[in-house]
T-cell receptor, first 116, second 112 residues
Framework: GAGVSQTPSNKVTEKGKYVELRCDPI?????LYWYRQSLGQGPEFLIY????????DSGLPNDRFFAVRPEGSVSTLKIQRTERGDSAVYLC??????????????FGNGTRLTVT | DAKTTQPNSMESNEEEPVHLPCNHS???????IHWYRQLPSQGPEYVIH???SNVNNRMASLAIAEDRKSSTLILHRATLRDAAVYYC?????????????FGTGTRLTIIP
């Protein structure tokens, strides 16, 4: 079956611009996660949705970052006034349930964001 | 978040077993031990998880120490496709505590 899909796979933008990154989770998965990964590091948690609501947004670095999941399926990560330090691979994952220990996360292959 | 400690890198010969260690001395009673791996240019992939008992699946085995302060991921017969970064992660089960917190993992190199 289809896995987690992230678009675009690559995005190059200029410093100061606004970007949107899209995540299509596995159908029926209620939980959705955003991570970002810098070179040589493990993925860093950003935000977690259970259904339509953000259950934990403690990882968002500042108010330039915002994410939505209006219908409990597709999610968009939005970054305003991009900075060169925002360059990273942004990973999305979904799981069938959020709090069950039997819900492994299924990751997409990420969007590589480069801010010039 | 409870933390884990893993070696930065390991090497193994192809077609031999690989034992990847993980220390988690501050694990709480409700934390599950999860392993994920990340192949080059891909997102992380779930491998296995367990609580107290040893676990086996088609990908690997997980051996958990009796005091739960350490665990070992076992790949029974390594192939070149197993070359990846392996992450050992503690995951809580309470609402708001179930996010995965990745460290830097162990980079496994398979020697042909």
């Amino acid at each position: 079956g289809a896995g987690v899909s992230q678009t675009p796979s690559n995005k190059v933008t200029e410093k100061g611009k606004y970007v949107e990154l899209r995540c299509d989770p596995i159908s029926g998965h209620t939980a959705l996660y955003w991570y970002r990964q810098s070179l040589g590091q493990g993925p860093e948690f950003l935000i977690y949705f259970q259904g339509t609501g953000a259950a934990d947004d403690s990882g968002l670095p500042n108010d330039r970052f915002f994410a939505v999941r209006p219908e409990g399926s597709v999610s968009t990560l939005k970054i305003q006034r991009t900075e060169r330090g925002d360059s990273a691979v942004y990973l999305c994952a979904s799981s069938l349930w959020g709090i069950s220990e039997n819900s492994p996360l299924h990751f997409g292959n990420g969007t590589r964001l480069t801010v010039t | 978040d409870a933390k884990t400690t893993q070696p930065n890198s390991m090497e193994s010969n192809e077609e031999e077993p690989v034992h990847l260690p993980c220390n988690h001395s501050t694990i709480s009673g409700t934390d599950y031990i999860h392993w994920y791996r990340q192949l080059p240019s891909q997102g992380p992939e779930y491998v296995i998880h367990g609580l107290t008992s040893n676990v086996n699946n088609r990908m690997a085995s997980l051996a958990i120490a009796e005091d739960r302060k350490s665990s070992t991921l076992i790949l029974h017969r390594a192939t070149l496709r197993d070359a990846a970064v392996y992450y050992c992660i503690l995951r809580g089960t309470n609402f708001g505590n179930e996010k995965l917190t990745f460290g830097t993992g162990t980079r496994l190199t398979i020697i042909p």
